[in-house]
């Protein structure tokens, strides 16, 4: 299977504990995209990578969040000292960056339950 | 008022039927327009991608965009059970799309 793989798919922890989440994007995909979905809205954007680097990062990005790519390849995204609103599902994307079409193709994402 | 306004459903249809589903905007840079569809407790997958204004068919699914308006749509043809799922409006002027909240749509045999 070639698609976008996350890592785990259901991570469930403790208020105050730190959690990481691992994203494989499609392979030759120069751009990386993380999102939070909660129950009934669309995915949020939180962060982006054009190869290694992390070029947009969302408000709603806080400083208890963090993400990595190093070599520009998988992709993780970390949360400090989880609080029970961090509670979503968390979706990685990775597109080709050929022209504008930019298409993304999306993960299925790591549902994180906070206690 | 949100960038992207989409109802959430849920809308309930009988197998065969022609479903209309809608997302207005208020964003002018909006230049690409996707469709996703998601099931339950899965990543969304890519339907369409339509980019400024016009309309595109693949097979069962057409899609519109109206930037006049500001107003798109997906047409799902003879739909059918395994159809149902949550629908996704996107667009984006640059790289970071803008998401709907998603329709919920069933399909009853």
């Known amino acids: 299977d070639t698609g976008v793989s996350q890592d785990p798919r259901h991570k469930i922890t403790k208020r105050g504990q730190n959690v990481t989440f691992r994203c494989d994007p499609i392979?030759?995909?120069?751009?990386l995209y993380w999102y939070r979905q909660t129950l009934g809205q669309g995915p949020e954007f939180l962060t982006y990578?054009?190869?290694?680097?992390?070029?947009?990062k969302s408000r709603l990005l806080s400083d208890r969040f963090s993400a990595e790519r190093p070599k520009g390849s998988f992709s993780t995204l970390e949360i400090q000292r989880t609080e029970q609103g961090d509670s979503a599902m968390y979706l990685c994307?990775?597109?080709?960056?050929?022209?504008?079409?930019?298409?993304?193709?999306f993960g299925p994402g790591t549902r994180l339950t906070v206690l | 008022q949100k960038e992207v306004e989409q109802d959430p459903g849920p809308l309930s249809v009988p197998e065969g039927a022609i479903v209309s589903l809608n997302c207005t905007y208020s964003?002018?840079?909006?230049?690409?327009f996707m469709w996703y569809r998601q099931y339950s407790r899965k990543g969304p997958e890519l339907l369409m991608y339509?980019?400024?204004?016009g309309n595109k068919e693949d097979g069962r699914f057409t899609a519109q965009v109206d930037k006049s308006s500001k107003y798109i749509s997906l047409f799902i043809r003879d739909s059918q059970p395994s159809d149902s799922a949550t629908y996704l409006c996107?667009?984006?002027?640059?790289?970071?799309?803008?998401f709907g909240r998603g329709t919920s749509l069933i399909v009853h045999p």
């Open positions: 392979s030759e995909h120069n751009r």
């Open positions: 339509t980019y400024s204004s």
């Open positions: 964003n002018s840079a909006f230049q690409y």
């Open positions: 996107a667009m984006r002027g640059s790289y970071i799309p803008t």
């Open positions: 994307a990775s597109s080709p960056s050929s022209g504008y079409t930019d298409t993304q193709y």
């Open positions: 990578f054009q190869n290694e680097a992390q070029l947009e």
